[in-house]
């Protein structure tokens, strides 16, 4: 249904630091992600309440959350995808852009078409807003991305995506060395149309540390499974 996040300093009735207005999504399994600014600056150690508001029964799942403040300006290498200038990949005029915020230390980003192999029928395509996917997706095509894994253990794989056509279709996850071991298995509901971007976020995955080659492997029924913009690989604490 969405909401209201009052973020409170001290306890549930303490002074207000923002408030994130949270989006009604397609279904309880659609996530996006939603962000704000403090009113006043804050530093030192601090409890911190999150506060939600809104119509009576189920608001929203809740799947995690970052501080982002000034100092991570400081911080080597973050992902040019990950700056504000890219927001605007994220879905056309008819659907709000979501809010990406700098990925937390230890997590990594991989562009859909920066592909080191792919079926034959797999495409890299220009969308109308003038950005990259890779489409034409068929149950049964296989994509592979060569990533570092910077430490390993579990990790969330938020996928950006679109998918227009209702029905069961996803992707399952290997490791190209041990093909026999599946990693995950990730079903993406339709965002309408294939020009409206959504957000899924994934059970979690374990990953060995290091440089290695992942596969994606499509299933299911419809003709196309779905486009994807980007995959951010989210390290669970």
């Not at 150690?45 to 400081?74: C, H, S």
């Not at 890219?86 to 979501?98: D, F, L, T, V």
Request: proline share 6%.
């Amino acid at each position: 249904k969405g909401g209201l996040i009052e973020i409170r300093e001290g306890s549930i009735d303490g002074p207000i630091l923002g408030e994130v207005d949270i989006p009604e999504t397609p279904s309880n399994y659609f996530y996006e992600n939603a962000s704000c600014k403090f009113d006043e600056p804050v530093s030192g150690v601090k409890d911190i309440y999150f506060v939600f508001l809104g119509r009576a029964g189920t608001l929203l799942n809740f799947n995690w959350f970052t501080f982002d403040g000034i100092e991570k300006q400081a911080l080597p290498a973050v992902p040019a995808s990950a700056v504000a200038g890219k927001q605007k990949k994220a879905g056309s005029a008819s659907s709000p852009a979501p809010v990406y915020s700098v990925p937390v230390d230890g997590s990594f980003i991989v562009e859909g078409e920066d592909l080191a192999d792919k079926s034959e029928e797999v495409r890299v395509i220009t969308k109308n807003a003038g950005y990259r996917v890779v489409g034409y997706i068929t149950p049964g095509s296989r994509l592979e991305y060569e990533v570092v894994v910077p430490n390993e253990g579990r990790y969330e794989i938020n996928f950006h995506y679109s998918k227009g056509i209702k029905g069961s279709s996803g992707m399952k996850l290997f490791e190209k060395n041990n093909p026999g071991k599946q990693l995950g298995v990730f079903e993406f509901e339709s965002t309408g149309n294939f020009d409206d971007f959504g957000t899924m976020i994934s059970s979690p995955v374990h990953l060995q540390k290091g440089r290695q080659t992942l596969v994606l492997e499509a299933y299911g029924s419809e003709k196309y499974v779905a486009d994807i913009d980007k995959m951010t690989f989210i390290p669970v604490r």
